[in-house]
Every structure is written in C-alpha cells, then in structure tokens.
C-alpha cells in the first residue's frame, strides 16, 4: 500500500510541525512529508522544513489579489508534490469551499480549545474571558465551516489562577505537539471511520498491536 504523502500549511514558527516530523523520523507516522507551504515569506516552518530536507514553498497571500488565487496557488503545489492529505499546523487562514472540496475528507486541523467551545483566531482570550476552568486542544476533519468539522481528538488542559493568554497557551500547546502527531498516525493507519459528526477510531488488528510512542501516556489498541 503507497504510504500517504502530507501537505503541512504553516503561517508561523512551526511547533506544530516540528512534532509531526519527529513523529516521522521516528516511524511513529508511516507516512512522507511531501511538501510544507507557507503563507509568509519569512515563516520560520519553512526553515524548519529545509532542515529536515523537506521542500518548503512560500505561497505568499499578499502576491494575489483574490483568495480563490491564493488558494489555487496551494492547490497546485499540493497537486505537484502528490500530496493526499493537508495538515494545517498553525495555518491562520479560513480555507474556502474551493479548497476544501478538492481534499474533502482529507485534512486536519489542530485548534487550541475544546470545540466546539471558542472556535476562530482567540481561542485562549475568548475562553479566559468566559472563566472557563478547563481548555485545552481539538484535532478535527475541516469542513466547510470555522473549526466545525468532526472531531478526531481532544486533550484538556486546567486553566490555572491568573492565567494570561501566553501561559495558557504555552500549556495546552504541549498537549498539542501530543495529540496532532497521534491523530495523523491514525489516520495514515486506516484508523478512523466518520459517520456524521462521530469519528470512530477502530482498533488495530491483533497481530499489529503497540504502544503508541506519540501518545507517551496510553496505549492506543
């Protein structure tokens, strides 16, 4: 069976990212990353990419005049590195219908909050500001809407007295570089089964049981 090829669209630094790729190095993902794309020249993720080896390409959203440009743009690197499943790791950009219809099914997401709790950009603002006592993290399938998709994972993190955004995102960031690796090894393994909104994670067959290394803390069967 051909191993899936990723397509990681990055805007920033590329934490996220880095965990994927350790993930990869260390064959807890059976899976290559094709191709890693950056809306902003200047993206730390693409030098992140390079160092690994992995083409990095900067499809900068203020070279083209219309979204659906923009758009066509990451679909035509996508499409040219063979790329069958798009990972957003810290990509600060809503994906229209046009794109999300070419790789429908296929791509994931990773937001910092318990969706479908404070979707969009200010999650950690928006939840400090309603006083929750709980956040944490989301994986989930992108559909046509603003983090509404099916949710493949979360992790919860406690929100902590006087917490600041940064702290609290700093927290719930580690449960991220945790649970977006395990999520993408699911999905590469043929693991996940979407009925509407549930996605059902199906055990591994009995000969191919082990301990999930991205998941340091349990087991996934």
Do not use: W
């Amino acid at each position: 069976m051909p191993k899936e090829k990723i397509g990681v669209l990055c805007s920033g630094r590329g934490s996220n990212l880095a965990s994927i790729i350790d993930a990869v190095e260390r064959g807890d993902i059976r899976a290559e990353i094709a191709v890693v794309l950056a809306d902003k020249a200047d993206a730390y993720a693409l030098t992140r990419a390079r160092e690994h080896g992995i083409p990095a390409v900067a499809v900068v959203r203020k070279a083209y005049a219309e979204r659906e440009d923009f758009e066509r743009a990451l679909l035509e690197q996508l499409h040219a590195h063979g790329v069958t499943l798009v990972v957003l790791a810290g990509f600060m950009r809503i994906l229209s219908p046009l794109f999300v219809r070419a790789y429908a099914g296929r791509i994931l997401n990773i937001h910092p909050a318990l969706l479908p709790s404070f979707p969009g950009a200010h999650a950690h603002r928006d939840a400090l500001a309603y006083g929750v006592k709980v956040s944490g993290c989301t994986v989930h399938f992108v559909d046509e809407g603003t983090d509404s998709g099916p949710i493949i994972l979360q992790a919860a993190v406690p929100v902590a007295e006087g917490d600041t955004e940064d702290s609290l995102a700093a927290r719930v960031l580690k449960e991220e570089h945790r649970i977006f690796p395990a999520a993408i090894r699911l999905y590469v393994d043929g693991r996940l089964r979407t009925d509407g909104r549930q996605v059902h994670i199906l055990p591994l067959p009995k000969e191919e049981h082990y301990e999930d290394k991205t998941c340091p803390d349990q087991r996934i069967r």
